[in-house]
């Protein structure tokens, strides 16, 4: 296609590339015009979508149930110059009782809400489990006790405290009454922290224990 435009009207024209150098009469004004070689102006190109001139839609996207679960949490979504909470991390005022007790829960465990804030948890691997919130050390502590026989002397508590301290990693065991064993842990929190690691830090923390108590306690002192 050769594009050109009539030298006495200004009309724009465009015939077929084998009229090139040919003369021919303007529609617009009659005036005779030569052909030239080639176009003297630039052609726009046709539309490439399979109908001429449409536009086709942009695919509506679904959710992901990452996106869903950042909804759940409370997140924001980024826009303009505003701050955009990381994906999936619970920021530090979002970690209350009633939330870790909810989280817990769709984890598929039994837990609840003590009178002194403290939330209590039954563990896959069959203890109980407390967890407390020290909110000014950012702090969540996690707590198990076991009942020692009343026939376990003070040196065999102590002994196997200190066996237990000797050989097991990540949980510390300590003495606080002379009929209490206790295990606990500390998992911090500043900045915020992901749903996932409360829950899998408390499996981890209760399985743990659980094993160190069957293979330490040899003198059988643990009720």
Same mark, same amino acid.
Request: glycine fraction near 6%; charged fraction near 30%.
């Given at each position: 296609?050769?594009? +050109?435009?009539? !030298?006495?009207c200004?009309?724009?024209?465009?015939?077929g590339?084998?009229?090139?150098?040919?003369?021919? &009469?303007?529609? !617009?004004?009659?005036? &005779?015009?030569?052909?030239?070689?080639?176009?003297?102006?630039? /052609?726009?190109?046709?539309?490439?979508? %399979?109908? =001429? @001139?449409?536009?086709?839609?942009? %695919?509506?996207?679904? %959710?992901?149930?990452?996106?869903? *679960?950042?909804?759940? *949490?409370?997140? =924001? !979504?980024?826009?303009?110059?505003?701050?955009?909470?990381?994906? @999936?991390?619970?920021? #530090?005022?979002?970690?209350?009782?009633?939330?870790?007790?909810?989280?817990f829960?769709?984890? +598929?465990?039994?837990? =609840?809400v003590?009178?002194?804030?403290?939330?209590?948890?039954k563990?896959?691997?069959?203890?109980?489990?407390?967890?407390?919130?020290?909110? =000014?050390?950012?702090?969540?502590?996690?707590?198990?006790?076991?009942g +020692?026989?009343e026939?376990?002397?003070?040196?065999?508590?102590?002994?196997?405290?200190?066996? *237990?301290?000797?050989?097991?990693? /990540?949980?510390? +065991?300590?003495?606080?009454?002379?009929?209490? /064993?206790?295990?606990?842990?500390?998992?911090?929190?500043?900045?915020?922290?992901?749903?996932? &690691?409360?829950?899998?830090? *408390?499996?981890?923390?209760?399985?743990?224990?659980?094993?160190?108590?069957? #293979?330490?306690? !040899?003198?059988? /002192?643990?009720?």
């Open positions: 296609m050769i594009a +050109f435009d009539c !030298s006495k200004g009309k724009k024209l465009r015939v590339e084998e009229f090139a150098g040919k003369t021919s &009469q303007c529609p !617009s004004c009659g005036e &005779q015009v030569q052909v030239p070689d080639h176009s003297t102006e630039e /052609l726009t190109p046709p539309p490439t979508s %399979p109908q =001429e @001139g449409i536009v086709p839609e942009r %695919p509506v996207k679904t %959710p992901s149930r990452r996106a869903a *679960l950042r909804s759940l *949490l409370g997140e =924001e !979504s980024s826009d303009g110059g505003r701050r955009r909470r990381r994906h @999936g991390v619970l920021p #530090e005022a979002g970690v209350t009782p009633a939330r870790l007790q909810r989280f829960k769709s984890a +598929f465990m039994k837990a =609840e003590d009178e002194d804030g403290d939330v209590k948890v563990s896959d691997a069959g203890i109980t489990v407390w967890i407390s919130i020290e909110a =000014e050390r950012k702090l969540l502590k996690y707590v198990a006790t076991y +020692f026989k026939d376990a002397t003070e040196v065999d508590r102590l002994q196997l405290v200190n066996t *237990l301290n000797d050989n097991v990693i /990540l949980v510390r +065991f300590s003495v606080p009454r002379d009929d209490v /064993l206790m295990a606990d842990y500390y998992l911090y929190y500043e900045e915020g922290i992901v749903p996932y &690691q409360i829950v899998n830090t *408390l499996r981890h923390f209760a399985n743990i224990t659980v094993k160190a108590i069957r #293979e330490y306690d !040899s003198e059988d /002192l643990i009720e």
